[in-house]
Nanobody
Framework: QTKLVESGGGLVQPGGSLRLSCATS????????IGWFRQAPGKEREGISY??????????YYADSVKGRFTISRANAKDTVYLQMNNLKAEDTGVYYC?????????????????WGQGTQVTVAS
């Protein structure tokens, strides 16, 4: 069955970096998109980055809040998607989830998504 497992979260100082991993299994990654969502304390879950594989050439999308700081990518010939996060800020704190599905479903928002990982905590603090 479809399975997503996140890893790589932790505590980092402002300005630091982390790389999150989303290991996928149970479906053909080339046919879908992967999205990274985050949920800050007291806030709704929001999509921050997507990578779509279904059109042959991967395409990426970023929310304005992370553009230029975060990079989404796929491990070569593997079913793992990364989120490289640089220049982290306190407002990046939250639980980060990866999700799988058609890109248009991911962009509709978290209520439309069927497949989620368990989440990984990222805390940016000095």
């Amino acid at each position: 069955q479809t399975k997503l497992v996140e890893s790589g979260g932790g505590l980092v100082q402002p300005g630091g970096s982390l790389r999150l991993s989303c290991a996928t299994s149970g479906f053909i990654l080339d046919h879908y998109a992967i999205g990274w969502f985050r949920q800050a304390p007291g806030k709704e879950r929001e999509g921050i980055s997507y990578i779509n594989f279904s059109d042959g050439v991967p395409s990426t999308y970023y929310a304005d809040s992370v553009k230029g700081r975060f990079t989404i990518s796929r491990a070569n010939a593997k079913d793992t998607v990364y989120l490289q996060m640089n220049n982290l800020k306190a407002e990046d704190t939250g639980v980060y989830y990866c999700a799988a599905g058609p890109l248009f479903i991911l962009k509709l928002g978290p209520r439309s998504v069927d497949y989620w990982g368990q989440g990984t905590q990222v805390t940016v603090a000095s």
